[in-house]
């Protein structure tokens, strides 16, 4: 079947530590998302890539870093100049183009040791 | 920039009753308006996307509709079941990314 895989479903970072969230999708899909959510807030922007080697930052990419060096993988880095990390973190993916229906992976929640 | 706002921010209705969701946007210039559904823990659901263009969507028990004159659009939920429990969030396709509501957290009671 197709569809995205985030792995892992949990994950702990310890103070100073980075840690790399995995998104993983085989739908030919050329763009890819991610994002963070918060109790009581909307889900909001970290990266997007619309296409391979090309990525833009969103509303709140600082402390994070992202790659694109494949069509159907798009790694988070949660760096450890996020002072807060702990969130539920969603990948998602889209056809490409202005306003395609987006799908989305079962998310990694991300707590501090 | 755009915002997103859903009201109520829970909904508890018993078994069976149609319900009606809302989702209010700032900015009409929206591609176009996309329904999620999100269970505990998990990830978001495609319930309806809407295009700009048209003004209503439906998918089985689900209706969506889109007033972008007036920033609205619904979601109508009809027969509610005790299976529909979730949260429901929209999101708006606005220059070069969706905005997302906070959502309306669901109870359907048996």
């Known amino acids: 079947d197709g569809g995205i895989t985030q792995s892992p479903k949990y994950l702990f970072r310890k103070e100073g530590q980075n840690v790399t969230l995995s998104c993983e999708q085989n739908?030919?899909?050329?763009?890819m998302y991610w994002y963070r959510q918060d109790p009581g807030q909307g889900l909001r922007l970290i990266y997007y890539?619309?296409?391979?080697?090309?990525?833009q930052k969103g509303d709140i990419a600082e402390g994070y870093s992202v790659s694109r060096e494949k069509k159907e993988s798009f790694p988070l880095t949660v760096t450890s100049a996020q002072k807060n990390p702990t969130a539920f973190y969603l990948c998602?993916?889209?056809?490409?183009?202005?306003?395609?229906?987006?799908?989305f992976g079962d998310g990694t929640r991300l707590s501090i040791l | 920039k755009q915002e997103v706002t859903q009201i109520p921010a829970a909904l508890s209705v018993p078994e069976g009753e149609n319900l009606v969701l809302n989702c209010s946007f700032t900015d009409s210039a929206i591609y176009n308006l996309q329904w999620f559904r999100q269970d505990p823990g998990k990830g978001l659901t495609s319930l309806l996307l809407i295009q700009s263009s048209q003004r209503e969507q439906t998918s089985g028990r689900l209706n969506a509709s889109l007033d972008k004159s007036s920033g609205r659009s619904t979601l109508y939920i009809a027969a509610s079941q005790p299976g529909d429990s979730a949260t429901y969030l929209c999101?708006?396709?606005?220059?070069?990314?969706?905005?997302f509501g906070t959502g309306t957290s669901l109870t359907v009671i048996p």
């Open positions: 739908l030919n899909h050329d763009a």
């Open positions: 999101a708006c396709f606005t220059g070069n990314q969706f905005y």
């Open positions: 890539s619309q296409i391979v080697n090309d990525f």
């Open positions: 998602a993916s889209s056809t490409g183009g202005r306003g395609q229906p987006q799908h």
